[in-house]
């Protein structure tokens, strides 16, 4: 079998216990070293064969993945995060399917979630926001019309952005065009739940300069929104006039 596993955004406690238990039960490891922490690798057992997939092609990270199902070996495909976001997956499980070689996916703690953690806030608030949106600035990889970053500010839900720390300016500009206003709460976490973890405090007027100013410019993600900064409603789940199937109405 053939395993991808969710690693979690960086301190090696945050994968999964499954993560861990098929990691350490796999004769071949294959792990995204620019991203995956190495510590990671102290669940694998002794004498498995790792390889750093950050200097491997497609084709060498499934020629790899072939010969271990030939020989009859289990391999650990392992990503950051959790492998469905950004994880460049799906044309790796397409080219297993095309050759029917089992595989199973382990889902992972996301960094977007780590970053939530780092500040420490809640995404969602009532009367604030009830969506999150996970996205990417335009890059090398194409990102749809309607998708784009203005497209998307229009909603005003609470934003967790990915790969886009190293074009700040644009990104602000973005979503100022979009319809978020200058005073938006905005928050970068750079290496979420790293030792070497950064959070960056501010509002979309000022936290390109505060990024620019901390040397930040790759690893980080960007939270935007109100629930960061704005009042907010109590929950109505613990409201004793709010009744329901595991408690009855209190007032």
Not at 26 to 33: A, L, Q
Not at 139 to 157: D, F, I, M, N
Not at 231 to 247: E, G, N, T, V
Request: charged share 20%.
């Amino acid at each position: 079998m053939i395993y991808f596993i969710g690693a979690g955004p960086g301190d090696p406690e945050l994968i999964t216990i499954k993560g861990a238990r098929l990691l350490a039960a796999s004769d071949v490891v294959i792990y995204t070293g620019s991203l995956v922490s190495p510590r990671i690798l102290e669940y694998c057992r002794p004498g498995a064969a790792v390889h750093n997939s950050a200097a491997m092609t497609l084709e060498e990270v499934m020629a790899t993945m072939r010969r271990a199902h030939t020989a009859g070996l289990t391999v650990a495909r392992v990503h950051t995060g959790d492998p469905a976001l950004y994880g460049a997956i799906q044309e790796q499980m397409d080219a297993l399917d095309n050759e029917q070689i089992p595989y199973t996916v382990v889902p992972g703690v996301s960094s977007f979630l780590a970053a939530a953690a780092a500040i420490p806030h809640e995404l969602t608030l009532p009367g604030v926001s009830q969506t999150v949106i996970l996205t990417r600035l335009e890059g090398r990889t194409a990102v749809p019309e309607e998708e784009k970053l203005s497209a998307l500010a229009r909603h005003g839900a609470t934003m967790c952005i990915f790969l886009s720390v190293g074009q700040m300016e644009r990104l602000v500009a973005e979503l100022l065009a979009g319809g978020y206003t200058p005073q938006t709460a905005a928050v970068v976490v750079e290496r979420a739940s790293w030792p070497e973890e950064r959070v960056i405090r501010g509002t979309l007027a000022d936290i390109a300069g505060r990024v620019k100013a901390a040397g930040i410019t790759r690893t980080a993600q960007v939270l935007v929104g109100d629930v960061f900064a704005a009042p907010y409603q109590l929950s109505r789940l613990y409201d004793p006039q709010f009744a329901h199937s595991y408690r009855g109405c209190r007032e």
